[in-house]
């Protein structure tokens, strides 16, 4: 039987814990606050305050110099990574809101990054099936509905060079991927994460961090 965690994540343990992460900038901070204020209903939506810093150390790690992200919201994760790019890298950055976006699109331009995202409007799955077809991705990052994760996994997949990096947010989806029989977006999380799992393409690792991350690595 494997022992579980004892660690409790007590809100004293996360506060010591972001304590000694790299701290958000007047950007970051700001495009996290405003997206409390206009969204307070959906701001849960926005990548957790860690995985930002967590999310640039990895464009830094890997290299990336092309990232792919499924899902933005208003623009947080984006900003994160494209800070961490080099002048010469790109981020397309998929999403189907231009309300949510908008505030991004004014964070970016604020910390001189907006040259390095390519925002599209639409359908994530169409975006990424008009992209090349060969591998050329670096890093990806999944943050959108979770019924459409094990589409957006097959079409990435392929176009991810050998020894790039998937990051999926909610792998956990608050704890529902142990329920008996998970309804909606619990089951589709589940799914995706059997699916990746089983997936030889890639090797992966499922952390609990915030609300679950995986990241897969392009064998």
């Known amino acids: ?42 701001a849960m939506m926005q990548s957790a305050h860690e995985q930002g810093p967590l999310l640039a150390f990895l464009v830094r790690l890997t290299g990336a110099r092309h990232i792919v992200e499924v899902g ?22 998929c999403d189907v809101s231009e309300e949510w976006t908008a505030y991004g699109r004014e964070a970016w331009k604020a910390a001189g990054v907006a040259d390095r995202i390519d ?37 990435l997949v392929p176009r991810m060079r050998p020894g790039a990096l998937i990051v999926t947010d909610n792998t956990l989806f608050h704890g529902t ?20 799992d089983a997936d030889p393409r890639t090797e992966s690792v499922l952390l609990a961090i915030s609300d679950g991350l995986t990241l897969s690595r392009k064998r």
């Open 1 to 42: 039987m494997t022992k579980g965690n004892s660690t409790k994540i007590t809100d004293e343990l996360y506060a010591y814990v972001l304590a000694h992460n790299p701290p958000l900038d007047e950007f970051q901070r700001g495009l996290v606050e405003t997206t409390w204020e206009r969204f307070p209903d959906r």
């Open 72 to 93: 933005t919201f208003t623009g947080f994760s984006a900003l994160s990574m494209a800070q961490a790019l080099p002048a010469d890298g790109r981020l397309i950055a």
């Open 119 to 155: 925002l599209r409007i639409g359908r994530a799955l169409d975006t990424l099936r008009a992209m090349p077809a060969e591998p050329h991705i670096d890093l990806a990052y999944i943050d959108a509905d979770k019924e459409s994760q094990i589409l957006y996994w097959e079409e």
């Open 177 to 196: 991927v142990l329920d008996e029989s998970p309804d909606g977006r619990g089951a589709s999380v589940r799914a995706f994460n059997d699916h990746v």
